[in-house]
């Protein structure tokens, strides 16, 4: 069972108070501000991994595109949705070698670059 997402009532007037403000600023966004959109290269070395999820009835096909020596710098992207889960499959799988550079999978993630500390 999924929990219901909530959001404090103060959280919310505070979020749509710095909305309003920064909408009202009427200046112009810095080339720094979009930078991260063309800096790419490292979408070279990436491991593509195909996701289907189930959601409102139909399963939605992601593909998430990560790096494979740092692997929580990743971009998730929906592709398509179908009725039918083994379709839906099939199509994942040949997405993902379609879009993986190196099609043979050969690149993989490791659970060992996840270093977490709990403390």
Known sequence: MYLKFTIYDDAYTAMLEYLDKFSTTEQRGLNEDSFFINEDFWLQDTA????????????????????????LKFIKRKIVNYACPKKAALVAHYMRRQAAKDQRGTLRLSMNLFTTNFN
Do not use: S
């Open 48 to 71: 593509v991994v195909e996701n289907v999820e189930c959601r409102n009835g139909e399963w939605n096909i992601y593909l998430v595109f990560a790096h494979h020596l740092i692997p």
